[in-house]
C-alpha cells in the first residue's frame, strides 16, 4: 500500500505542472493565448490605477449562468437603489433584488448596504454596461463593525469582453485586467 501512496504522489508531483497551475512567465505565455472572447473566467485581484491586477486566475470550460462581484462598497444611493464596487462597476438593485445579511441575517433593506461594507453579488450584465444585481449578500457590515477597514481584493467571475495580447491583459465588465508571470492560474485545463 505504501508503494502505490508513493507512486501516486510521485505522479501527482511530476504532472501537476502540465495541469494549469501558472506559476512562470513561460507559463504565461503557455496559457494565455487560449484565452478567448466570450470565455468564462474567476479572477482574484487588486485594483491600482482603474485596472485590476490579477493575481489569479480560474479558467472555465463551460458556460456559467450568472456573474459574480466580490468587493467593497464605495458609494451608496438608496433612492435610486445603486452602489459603487471597489471594482469600479456601478450595480443596480431593485425591489425584487434578494438582500442578505452577515452571518446569515436574511432578507435585509437595501438602506442597510453602507460604504465599507464587503459584499458579494450575484446578477447579469446588460449590453450597455449595467449590472443588475439578482443577489446582494453582505459578508461584512461597516454598520456592525465601524473599525472595519476595507479589503483591496477583489474577486469577479465574468466572460471575457476582450483580449489584448500585447499588454496580457483581458477587460471583463468593462474593467482592464493585466495578468503577469505573478498571475497564478488555478485551473484544471490542460494545455
Request: proline letters at 2%; a negative charge.
Amino acid at each position: 500500500m505504501r508503494h502505490r501512496t508513493l507512486l501516486l504522489v510521485v505522479a501527482l508531483l511530476v504532472l501537476a505542472p502540465s495541469m494549469g497551475y501558472a506559476q512562470t512567465k513561460q507559463e504565461l505565455d503557455t496559457w494565455f493565448p487560449i484565452l478567448r472572447t466570450g470565455m468564462w473566467v474567476k479572477v482574484d485581484g487588486v485594483m491600482r490605477d482603474g485596472a485590476l491586477h490579477a493575481d489569479e486566475i480560474k479558467i472555465y470550460a463551460g458556460e456559467l449562468d450568472e456573474w459574480e462581484i466580490s468587493s467593497n462598497v464605495v458609494a451608496v444611493d438608496v433612492t435610486e437603489m445603486t452602489l459603487e464596487t471597489g471594482f469600479g462597476i456601478s450595480v443596480q438593485a431593485s425591489e425584487r433584488t434578494d438582500l442578505q445579511g452577515p452571518d446569515g441575517h436574511k432578507h435585509i433593506g437595501f438602506t442597510f448596504l453602507s460604504v465599507g461594507d464587503r459584499i458579494e453579488i450575484e446578477g447579469q450584465w446588460q449590453k450597455e454596461g449595467r449590472f443588475i444585481a439578482e443577489e446582494i449578500e453582505v459578508e461584512e457590515s461597516k454598520r456592525l463593525d465601524p473599525e472595519l477597514v476595507l479589503e483591496a481584493e477583489q474577486e469577479v467571475t465574468a466572460r471575457i469582453e476582450a483580449v489584448d495580447v500585447v499588454t496580457k491583459s483581458i477587460q471583463i465588465l468593462g474593467v482592464r485586467i493585466f495578468l503577469s508571470e505573478q498571475t497564478r492560474n488555478k485551473s484544471l485545463l490542460l494545455y
